[in-house]
């Protein structure tokens, strides 16, 4: 799957180990076994997808919450990985993600470049390393905080949103949020979005038959 192809997928996928014993640390937004990824870094990311979204042909758009909770759960789910990785000492190597073909990558500030070429390598490590060990961490065996202001936590392995509902299992966050399309709004939902909630084009509201 593309670079592109990828950031879409999980803009539009939506999704107790959640705090730790002293909650989450001020401008965090998660964290994994030391590995941190504040709240400004999550929103330039989500900035930078949703830019991405609205730039790729044919791509749905969502809510910038939803593109935000896939992120975050995306990025706690490869990070969990890649913490399995270097502990197993698997070799998580992966191609340099190729941002010359992801569409609106011009129109992304230098910020913004950096912050998704980091993603998208550390969910390369991810996979490179779930395919080589054909195993699955276990996310109990890791420090993971998670600030609960998002409404994400993990329990018995799974993600699950504020309301309880499972997604996927957090070894196969990187992997399945590419293909999921859970939880995705309908046009019209995000048609009637005010702009400071949209993530990606507008789509046209689909016209109601009469009768």
């Known amino acids: 799957m593309s670079a592109t192809a990828l950031l879409c997928a999980v803009a539009v996928s939506a999704s107790g180990c959640g705090i730790g014993e002293a909650g989450p640390r001020p401008g965090v937004a998660a964290e994994v076994d030391g590995t941190v990824l504040s709240t400004s870094d999550l929103n330039t990311l989500v900035d930078a997808v949703c830019v991405i979204t609205a730039a790729t042909p044919d791509s749905a758009a969502t809510s910038r919450g939803a593109a935000q909770a896939s992120l975050l759960q995306s990025w706690v789910g490869s990070t969990v990985v890649n913490a399995f990785g270097d502990e197993q000492g698997i070799d998580g190597k992966a191609p340099e993600p190729d941002t010359g073909s992801i569409a609106g990558w011009d129109q992304l500030d230098s910020d913004q470049q950096s912050v998704v070429s ?75 979005l005010p702009d400071s909630q949209l993530c990606g084009a507008r789509p046209e509201a689909v016209a109601t038959p009469e009768g």
Not at 146 to 155: D, K, T, V, W
Not at 156 to 177: I, N, R, T, Y
């Open 118 to 192: 980091d993603y998208l390598t550390r969910i390369g490590s991810a996979q490179a390393i779930a395919s080589a060990s054909g195993g699955s961490p276990d996310p109990d065996d890791f420090d993971v905080v998670i600030n609960p202001r998002f409404g994400l936590a993990i329990e018995d392995g799974q993600f699950v949103d504020e309301d309880g509902q499972l997604s996927v299992a957090v070894s196969d966050a990187a992997k399945d949020a590419a293909t999921s399309t859970s939880g995705q709004l309908s046009a019209d939902e995000v048609a009637a």
